[in-house]
Protein backbone atom coordinates (compact mmCIF):
# COMPACT_ATOMS: atom_id res chain seq x y z
CA UNK A 1 0.00 0.00 0.00
CA UNK A 2 0.75 3.45 -0.88
CA UNK A 3 2.41 5.87 1.77
CA UNK A 4 0.38 9.22 1.83
CA UNK A 5 3.67 11.44 2.59
CA UNK A 6 4.97 9.97 -0.73
CA UNK A 7 5.33 13.18 -2.73
CA UNK A 8 5.25 10.35 -5.95
CA UNK A 9 1.51 9.45 -4.87
CA UNK A 10 0.03 12.96 -4.24
CA UNK A 11 -2.29 14.00 -6.57
CA UNK A 12 -1.60 16.69 -8.71
CA UNK A 13 -0.27 18.07 -12.12
CA UNK A 14 3.13 17.69 -13.20
CA UNK A 15 5.41 19.92 -15.30
CA UNK A 16 4.49 18.37 -18.47
CA UNK A 17 0.70 18.57 -18.32
CA UNK A 18 0.80 22.21 -17.27
CA UNK A 19 2.81 23.54 -19.81
CA UNK A 20 0.50 21.51 -22.42
CA UNK A 21 -2.03 23.41 -20.55
CA UNK A 22 -0.84 26.57 -21.25
CA UNK A 23 0.17 26.01 -24.68
CA UNK A 24 -3.45 25.02 -25.48
CA UNK A 25 -4.75 28.23 -24.04
CA UNK A 26 -1.94 30.30 -25.57
CA UNK A 27 -3.21 28.94 -28.96
CA UNK A 28 -7.22 30.16 -28.36
CA UNK A 29 -6.23 33.46 -26.70
CA UNK A 30 -3.80 33.69 -30.37
CA UNK A 31 -6.47 32.60 -32.36
CA UNK A 32 -8.87 34.87 -30.74
CA UNK A 33 -6.79 38.58 -31.17
CA UNK A 34 -6.52 37.27 -34.63
CA UNK A 35 -10.43 36.93 -35.21
CA UNK A 36 -10.47 40.46 -33.10
CA UNK A 37 -8.25 42.10 -35.51
CA UNK A 38 -9.96 41.66 -38.87
CA UNK A 39 -13.50 41.95 -37.61
CA UNK A 40 -11.73 45.82 -36.45
CA UNK A 41 -10.74 46.00 -40.14
CA UNK A 42 -14.14 44.60 -41.58
CA UNK A 43 -15.72 46.88 -39.47
CA UNK A 44 -13.40 50.26 -41.02
CA UNK A 45 -14.45 48.80 -44.41
CA UNK A 46 -18.03 48.27 -43.58
CA UNK A 47 -18.35 52.42 -42.02
CA UNK A 48 -16.29 53.26 -45.48
CA UNK A 49 -19.40 51.64 -47.60
CA UNK A 50 -21.50 53.46 -45.34
CA UNK A 51 -20.70 56.96 -45.35
CA UNK A 52 -20.12 56.34 -49.22
CA UNK A 53 -23.66 55.90 -49.37
CA UNK A 54 -24.91 58.76 -47.43
CA UNK A 55 -21.98 61.01 -49.21
CA UNK A 56 -24.00 59.65 -52.82
CA UNK A 57 -27.29 61.84 -51.57
CA UNK A 58 -25.72 64.97 -50.24
CA UNK A 59 -23.41 64.62 -53.19
CA UNK A 60 -26.47 64.25 -56.12
CA UNK A 61 -28.32 67.26 -53.90
CA UNK A 62 -24.57 69.33 -54.56
CA UNK A 63 -24.83 67.96 -58.39
CA UNK A 64 -28.55 69.30 -58.55
CA UNK A 65 -28.45 72.62 -56.94
CA UNK A 66 -24.87 73.48 -57.13
CA UNK A 67 -23.65 72.19 -60.68
CA UNK A 68 -26.30 72.31 -62.86
CA UNK A 69 -26.15 75.89 -65.04
CA UNK A 70 -27.65 77.47 -68.27
CA UNK A 71 -24.47 76.86 -70.81
CA UNK A 72 -23.36 80.50 -71.99
CA UNK A 73 -24.68 79.85 -75.52
CA UNK A 74 -27.74 78.14 -74.66
CA UNK A 75 -30.79 79.53 -75.80
CA UNK A 76 -33.18 78.50 -73.06
CA UNK A 77 -33.25 76.87 -70.10
CA UNK A 78 -33.23 73.26 -71.29
CA UNK A 79 -29.30 74.06 -72.72
CA UNK A 80 -27.68 72.95 -69.62
CA UNK A 81 -24.73 71.22 -68.66
CA UNK A 82 -23.09 69.69 -65.55
CA UNK A 83 -20.33 71.25 -64.33
CA UNK A 84 -17.56 68.44 -63.51
CA UNK A 85 -16.98 68.20 -59.80
CA UNK A 86 -14.08 66.43 -59.13
CA UNK A 87 -12.11 66.09 -55.65
CA UNK A 88 -14.64 66.85 -52.99
CA UNK A 89 -13.44 66.18 -49.27
CA UNK A 90 -15.88 64.45 -47.13
CA UNK A 91 -16.13 65.97 -43.81
CA UNK A 92 -16.23 63.68 -40.91
CA UNK A 93 -14.22 61.09 -42.87
CA UNK A 94 -10.39 61.92 -43.22
CA UNK A 95 -9.69 60.86 -46.28
CA UNK A 96 -12.48 60.16 -48.53
CA UNK A 97 -13.68 62.12 -51.53
CA UNK A 98 -15.85 61.93 -54.27
CA UNK A 99 -16.39 62.93 -57.89
CA UNK A 100 -19.46 63.69 -60.17
CA UNK A 101 -20.00 63.54 -63.95
CA UNK A 102 -22.79 63.28 -65.70
CA UNK A 103 -23.76 61.79 -69.28
CA UNK A 104 -26.67 62.57 -71.21
CA UNK A 105 -28.90 59.45 -72.82
CA UNK A 106 -29.64 60.41 -76.55
CA UNK A 107 -33.15 58.20 -76.09
CA UNK A 108 -33.92 60.28 -73.13
CA UNK A 109 -32.17 64.04 -73.69
CA UNK A 110 -34.53 65.24 -71.01
CA UNK A 111 -32.59 62.93 -68.21
CA UNK A 112 -29.16 63.22 -66.84
CA UNK A 113 -26.96 60.32 -65.47
CA UNK A 114 -25.03 61.70 -63.11
CA UNK A 115 -22.11 59.09 -62.51
CA UNK A 116 -20.56 59.18 -59.14
CA UNK A 117 -17.42 57.79 -57.27
CA UNK A 118 -16.68 57.89 -53.88
CA UNK A 119 -12.80 57.27 -53.41
CA UNK A 120 -11.05 56.88 -49.99
CA UNK A 121 -7.82 55.01 -47.86
CA UNK A 122 -8.83 51.40 -46.88
CA UNK A 123 -5.74 49.74 -44.82
CA UNK A 124 -3.31 51.89 -47.23
CA UNK A 125 -5.05 50.69 -50.18
CA UNK A 126 -7.51 52.99 -52.55
CA UNK A 127 -10.81 52.06 -52.30
CA UNK A 128 -13.97 53.12 -54.35
CA UNK A 129 -17.46 53.10 -54.44
CA UNK A 130 -19.81 53.65 -57.62
CA UNK A 131 -23.11 55.06 -57.65
CA UNK A 132 -25.35 55.51 -60.86
CA UNK A 133 -27.97 58.01 -60.24
CA UNK A 134 -30.38 59.78 -63.02
CA UNK A 135 -31.37 63.49 -62.87
CA UNK A 136 -34.27 65.40 -64.60
CA UNK A 137 -32.51 67.50 -67.14
CA UNK A 138 -33.98 71.07 -65.77
CA UNK A 139 -32.60 74.05 -64.16
CA UNK A 140 -33.16 73.96 -60.12
CA UNK A 141 -35.81 75.37 -59.09
CA UNK A 142 -33.69 78.90 -57.44
CA UNK A 143 -32.31 79.75 -60.58
CA UNK A 144 -35.75 79.45 -62.45
CA UNK A 145 -37.31 81.70 -60.10
CA UNK A 146 -34.32 84.29 -60.47
CA UNK A 147 -35.06 84.40 -64.38
CA UNK A 148 -38.95 84.65 -63.79
CA UNK A 149 -38.68 87.71 -61.75
CA UNK A 150 -35.83 88.78 -63.89
CA UNK A 151 -38.28 88.39 -66.53
CA UNK A 152 -41.50 89.98 -64.28
CA UNK A 153 -39.26 93.26 -63.56
CA UNK A 154 -38.25 94.05 -67.51
CA UNK A 155 -41.81 93.85 -68.39
CA UNK A 156 -43.05 95.95 -65.74
CA UNK A 157 -40.23 98.84 -66.12
CA UNK A 158 -41.36 98.94 -70.17
Known amino acids: MADATDPRTNGGFTLAEMLAAL ?13 LSSSVGQRR ?5 LAAA ?13 AVRRRGDGESDLDL ?3 KLEDQTVPGFEGMTWSATA ?3 ELRPDLWMVRLEVRWL ?7 EVFLRILPRSLPLGPRVERFRAMIEQTSAR
Open 81 to 83: EIV
Open 122 to 128: EEGENAS
Open 23 to 35: GILLVGVVALLGA
Open 45 to 49: TTDAR
Open 103 to 105: VVD
Open 54 to 66: RVCEGALQRVQYE
